[in-house]
């Protein structure tokens, strides 16, 4: 599985869509590190709503969850855990089109309302 020492010391985590996963894995990483402050786990197919919600909810130093792709993590469930955890930044395709939204808005963009002839 993990060696938790290893993990006790590791500042990121990059888990492959090659990576045999097992829901214990994530409950590891954040449980057992102190230090982990990144966890890309975009393109795994087997993570869940409930594995997602745990490594937020366990790792005390998580900064960064990336999400990509994670196809059984709902969007609902998403929105919820960055209403939870507004120290995470969780990565999906809505959160990272929603964040360059409003710095685009921030830096004074508007959409265009005018209506093409």
Not at 57 to 73: A, E, F, N, P, T
Not at 90 to 97: G, K
Not at 103 to 108: P, S
Request: proline share 3%; with cysteine.
């Amino acid at each position: 599985l993990i060696n938790l020492f290893i993990v006790h010391f590791l500042a990121s985590v990059f888990i492959s869509r090659f990576f045999i996963f097992l829901p214990v894995t994530l409950i590891a990483i954040g449980q057992y590190s102190s230090t982990i402050e990144t966890v890309d786990a975009g393109w795994c197919k087997e993570i869940t709503d409930q594995g997602a919600t745990q490594i937020a909810k366990s790792s005390k130093s998580l900064r960064y969850l990336g999400l990509m792709r994670c196809d059984k993590v709902n969007e609902e469930t998403v929105e919820r855990l960055v209403l939870q955890y507004p120290h995470i930044v969780f990565s999906t395709v809505m959160q990272d089109c929603k964040r360059t939204l409003e710095r685009a808005y921030q830096m004074g963009w508007s959409p265009n309302t005018s209506t093409a002839s």
